[in-house]
């Protein structure tokens, strides 16, 4: 569970932080971030959000909300994006990212971003692109269901690379799924180095743990499944969707010997219960049929309301402070949009597209 309490930081504290002791900053530099598409819940907290907290103490990192990458597959829902945006950076500051240790930015105020896409899609081929195992899988599915997949939505690992390059990230964290982007991001800076001049740093992935927690059903957690737990969920709410998670369909009677894998409740019990002697009894009572799945919930629906109520007040809190977080990221985009400035100068310079005899630039 993350302590303390997160500082509320004033304009001129963040003006100063970003404007001047960012400049001097030699900690390696870290991009990730979340796709506006809904409130985070306890799966990216799990999977993501708990490692960044770990990480913003070691490295510079740049938070993104990828608002580009929602139109690939949500282009009738744009009415939605403002406000996940704000789900998202609320969710983002009550588990404990620090806007005075990091940098939150929307990708679509980043203009830098798009041109530097666009650089970086002429030097990569559309089989190039099409080997990406997302976007292979996702032509799959476009056949399969006689759907046309979107030039946007071809290119989005290109500009995903611009992402991760416009500020020149050092590193990515990533599971071992997602080394096939961050390669690909690699061998688009080494193209552009190798075409030009050396401009960008060759990104390498974190690689850690990262766990994924099923929804309550079993399947992937979403929101479209309705099968997710939100960190800003009520007691109320986390007890309904408990109450419905998926156990055991082997067991008929409480009496009757458990399994735990594929129990939704003790994948849930193995990511929240910090006491390992109290879960390892919970686990020997469950196999021997000496608890039900009713008592089993009931603790796990104790924990999980303990583990959010503290995160649930630091968003209230922030929440009721609209003005403070829209200056929280109005800093963070000048400061990324600084980065990506003197980026895009450098890449203009490195394929003499600066044009300084015309626009007198120096």
């Not at 899609?121 to 099409?130: A, G, L, T, Y």
Request: some cysteine; overall charge positive; charged content about 25%.
């Amino acid at each position: 569970m993350i302590q303390g309490k997160m500082r509320l930081t004033s304009t001129r504290t963040l003006a100063y932080y970003w404007g001047m002791e960012k400049s001097t900053n030699k900690k390696k530099r870290i991009l990730t971030g979340d796709r506006p598409t809904g409130p985070l819940h306890i799966g990216h907290y799990v999977g993501s959000l708990a490692n960044r907290v770990k990480l913003q103490d070691e490295y510079d990192c740049f938070f993104i909300i990828a608002d580009y990458q929602v139109l690939t597959d949500h282009l009738s829902d744009t009415k939605l994006i403002e406000g996940n945006i704000r789900e998202i950076v609320l969710d983002w500051l009550s588990v404990g990212l620090d806007p005075e240790k990091s940098t939150f930015f929307i990708q679509s105020r980043v203009p830098q971003i798009a041109e530097l896409t666009m650089y970086f899609s002429m030097i990569v081929s559309i089989p190039e692109v099409q080997r990406n195992p997302t976007v292979k899988e996702e032509m799959k599915a476009a056949k399969i269901g006689n759907k046309e997949m979107s030039y946007g939505f071809l290119g989005y690992p290109i500009s995903q690379a611009a992402d991760i390059l416009c500020v020149r990230a050092d590193l990515v964290p990533a599971g071992e799924d997602q080394l096939p982007h961050i390669e690909h991001t690699r061998e688009i800076a080494r193209r552009f180095n190798r075409l030009f001049t050396p401009v960008f740093p060759e990104p390498k992935a974190l690689l850690g743990s990262f766990p994924r927690l099923p929804g309550i059903d079993g399947q992937k957690m979403s929101k479209s499944r309705n099968n997710a737990i939100f960190l800003k969920d009520s007691p109320d709410e986390v007890k309904k969707k408990i109450m419905r998670a998926y156990t055991d369909p082997t067991r008929v009677h409480a009496t009757d010997p458990g399994h735990l894998k594929g129990n939704i409740v003790f994948d849930y019990l193995d990511a929240f219960l910090t006491d390992k002697e109290e879960l390892a009894d919970w686990k020997k009572k469950y196999k021997k049929g000496q608890v039900g799945d009713v008592m089993v919930k009931n603790r796990l629906i104790e924990i999980l309301s303990a583990f959010l109520a503290p995160i649930q007040e630091r968003r209230k809190t922030f929440a009721a402070k609209p003005k403070m977080v829209s200056e929280i990221m109005q800093s963070g985009i000048a400061r990324a949009s600084r980065e990506a400035e003197t980026t895009l100068q450098k890449a203009r310079g490195a394929m003499h597209m600066d044009y300084p005899s015309i626009l007198s630039l120096k």
